[in-house]
């Protein structure tokens, strides 16, 4: 689905998308877009920010809040990190600024499409078929201590109580999970959100880990278990083996 108000933009992204074999669906404004997603869950959300009625943001919030994780993939005049940074942090999964290449963009849609089949999302329902299954990991709870990350159904608890995650933090805290106690650097983090760091750089990894303490750390300006490496980047550790907290 395509959310953009401007006519001539819309139909360009529409005539990419089907040129690709998937069929999309345009429509014009904030409210439009919700009650599409309600009414029938695309496979990928490509939302402009700036729109009438409800704008981009609000949609990327209200869609969270409900708990729905199609992919998001915003669009924008605006280039300041503080708004590339809010749109990810309300749940966005990719950001492109314009005037944006079209095969970039077709490029990024591919790269949701296929990490959304990977974390256990429905497939598209046209377009290129879905390349072989990747490694185990993809099927298996990953565990730290208390902490379970599973990402066949993109759960994550800590001593059984549910924790809800953007998808970026979602992305970190699980490939952290599969190397307990490795050291990933800010560029190694990233990577796993597939793209930010054309437009934004450390800081966006920075906000992510600063919002996983508020939901898995006992106390966050203390953590025990997401840790920093001074100079380095981060680690996901089990506090049960430490005796001593490596400060925040």
Known sequence: MVAEDDVKQAELVRRYLEHEGHTVTVVEDGRAALEEVRHREPDLLVLDVMMPRADGLDVVRILRAERREVPVLMLTARSTEDDLLLGLDLGADDYMTKPFSPRELMARVRTLLRRNRRS?????????????????????????????????????????????????????????????????????????????????GDRTVDVHIMHLRKKIERAPRRPARLLTVFGVGYKLTDPAKNTRHAPS
């Open 120 to 200: 256990g999302g429905p497939g598209p329902a046209s377009g290129p078929a879905p390349g072989p299954a990747p490694a185990a990991v993809e099927d298996e709870v990953l565990s730290v201590g208390t902490l379970r990350v599973d990402p066949a159904r993109h759960e994550v608890s800590v001593g059984g109580t549910p924790v809800v995650c953007t998808p970026g933090e979602f992305r970190i805290l699980a490939a952290m999970a599969t190397e307990p106690d490795r050291v990933f650097t800010r560029q190694r983090l990233l990577e796993e959100l597939h793209g930010f760091d054309k437009y934004i």
